[in-house]
C-alpha cells in the first residue's frame, strides 16, 4: 500500500506550509499516521501523529506550538500545518502509518514518498 504525500515547498522563514498524506481505501481507520523527516546528512526523526479514531496528537518538542496535525474522515486524509517555519525545519517529509503510536520509524508499516520542504533564511 502506497500513501501519498503532497504539499510542501519553499518558503521564507517566519512562514507557512501545509502537508497532506492520502491513503487509498480505509486504511487510515484505528490506525495511527505520523509525520516523519530526514534534513541532509541527518537521521530521519519523528515530527507528529495522530491516532485516528481518538484524535489524540503527538508532536515533537521542536515543533510543538508551530505544527498542528489533524485529519479528515471524509475524505480520508492527514494534515500537517506548519506555521513560524525555521530554517531548521528543512527536510524530506515522510507520512507512514502504524497500528500503535510509535515515535520510531521502525514501528511504521506503510510509507510515503517524500515531500520536500525547504525554508529560506
Known amino acids: 500500500v502506497q500513501l501519498q504525500a503532497y504539499g510542501g515547498g519553499l518558503v521564507q522563514a517566519g512562514g507557512s506550509l501545509s502537508l497532506s498524506c492520502a491513503a487509498p481505501g480505509r486504511i487510515f481507520s484505528s490506525a495511527v499516521v505520523g509525520w516523519f523527516r530526514q534534513a541532509p546528512g541527518k537521521e530521519r526523526e519523528f515530527v507528529a501523529a495522530i491516532r485516528w479514531g481518538a484524535r489524540t496528537t503527538y508532536y515533537a518538542d521542536s515543533v510543538k506550538g508551530r505544527f498542528t496535525i489533524s485529519r479528515d474522515n471524509a475524505e480520508n486524509t492527514v494534515s500537517l500545518r506548519m506555521n513560524s517555519l525555521k530554517p531548521e525545519d528543512t527536510a524530506v517529509y515522510y507520512c507512514?502509518?502504524?497500528?500503535?503510536?510509535?515515535?520510531?520509524?521502525?514501528?511504521?508499516?506503510?510509507w510515503g514518498l517524500g515531500a520536500q520542504v525547504t525554508v529560506s533564511s
Open positions: 507512514a502509518k502504524a497500528r500503535y503510536y510509535s515515535r520510531e520509524d521502525y514501528d511504521y508499516n506503510y
